[in-house]
Each structure stands twice: as structure tokens, then as C-alpha cells.
């Protein structure tokens, strides 16, 4: 299978879901836990047939669906089949999707020399490395804790180590970025839009609104 591109999965025209990072994401407002199993129950044997496994998470009132292919790094066209399947089954269900409020968190850390500090981080959090993207990067193998990545940087102090990485749906860009502003935070770049966009709190600590738009991949 090969790795579909942001603007080729945009043009599977996808309702309910986001693509957010490396993979595909929708909430289904299941109103009961009894509903959300009986939902995951028959995810779990439509992806069974398909011999296509997506990562679920169950809460009480809802069941978050997350769709990628760990042998490209990516979402391909197994995953918008599926993707296509789970909405079949949540319509059948009564039930509604959304991406709304979805994000998907990764950690950047700021270093000079991420070849000294990645074994740390590595060793405390339990995570494994790996080559992302982009750059070096230490990753939970079973996708719980946020991936973190490390950014050349300079030694001049002093300097904000850490931020945080929000990957969101283009559509709620700017809606978070007006809430931000509102909180008393700043834009403080959007020269690498609509790739990702820095915006800062009142005391300077950066983070990114990241999208799939305008990346490599």
C-alpha cells in the first residue's frame, strides 16, 4: 500500500473525519457506554474481515476512532476503506460523528544537541527512537504518550525548551487562534502557514497549530 498524500486523502471528500499527523480521526457521540461497546463490537468485526485494525478508545459517552497504516507511517487507501465502513456502521447506529475539537499532541523539545539529551527522554518516559518525518524522534510504540521530536536550536538564554505540538483540521485554525488571542495570547508567526502557525501566552511560552496542508507527505 502506498502512503496517500494530505491533498489526496482531502479528496476522498471524508465526512466526520480529520486527518490529523499520520492518520485518520472522528469522535462518534455513542450517549451511553452500552452504545459506544455495541459500536466497537462491530468495528471490531468489520476490521476483523478487512484485516485492518484501527485504535479504539471507549469513554461513556463516546469512542474515539483513529485510522493509520503502521507499515507506510501513514493513512492509505486501507484506511479510507475502513474509514468509509466505520461511518456505514455509525449511521446503522443512529449515531453521529465529528471531528470537533480533535487534536492530536506532539511534544518538541528545543535542544542543541538532541544526540544527548533523546537517550534520556527515551529511558525515563519508556519510549522507543525513531526516524520521523522531519527529524530524530522517541515515540511510544503503543501510541498512548505524545510523541516527542527534537528542533535545533541555539544555547542563548534564555530560551523556551519546550512546546507543545497541536495537530488540528484546517477548519479549526482559525477558530482556536481567535480564542488564544482572546485568552490574552499572541500570533506570533504564520510565515510557515498553512503548514503550522506559533502563537504564544501572555508570558511567551510558544506552541503550534499544525496541519496536514502544504507538508511533504
Not at 459500536?39 to 478487512?50: Q, S, T
Not at 492509505?76 to 447506529?93: F, K, P, Q, W, Y
Not at 539529551?117 to 522531519?134: N, S
Request: proline share 5%; glycine share 10%; aromatic share 8%.
Amino acid at each position: 500500500m502506498t502512503k496517500l498524500t494530505g491533498s489526496q486523502v482531502a479528496a476522498e471528500g471524508l465526512t466526520g473525519w480529520a486527518h490529523l499527523y499520520n492518520g485518520l480521526h472522528t469522535r462518534v457521540r455513542s450517549g451511553s457506554f452500552a452504545a459506544g461497546l455495541a459500536l466497537v463490537d462491530a468495528i471490531g468485526a468489520a476490521a476483523e474481515e478487512m484485516d485492518h485494525h484501527p485504535d479504539l478508545d471507549l469513554r461513556y459517552s463516546h469512542v474515539d476512532v483513529r485510522l493509520t497504516s503502521h507499515d507506510t507511517g501513514g493513512i492509505t487507501a486501507r484506511d479510507i476503506r475502513l474509514a468509509r465502513t466505520i461511518s456505514g456502521l455509525v449511521a446503522e447506529a443512529g449515531l453521529s460523528q465529528s471531528f470537533g475539537g480533535l487534536t492530536w499532541l506532539e511534544l518538541g523539545l528545543d535542544s542543541p544537541d538532541h544526540a544527548e539529551v533523546a537517550p534520556f527522554w527515551e529511558a525515563v518516559m519508556g519510549l522507543e527512537h525513531r526516524k520521523g518525518d522531519y527529524d530524530e524522534e522517541v515515540a511510544d510504540p503503543s501510541g498512548v504518550l505524545p510523541t516527542i521530536w527534537f528542533q535545533q536550536s541555539g544555547r542563548e538564554e534564555p530560551r523556551q525548551r519546550w512546546h507543545p505540538d497541536l495537530w488540528v483540521d484546517p477548519s479549526e485554525v482559525q477558530p482556536r487562534i481567535d480564542a488564544a488571542v482572546a485568552a490574552g495570547g499572541k500570533l506570533e508567526s504564520d510565515a510557515e502557514a498553512p503548514s503550522f502557525w506559533v502563537l504564544a501566552d501572555p508570558q511567551g511560552n510558544r506552541v503550534c497549530l499544525c496541519t496536514w496542508q502544504d507538508r511533504r507527505g
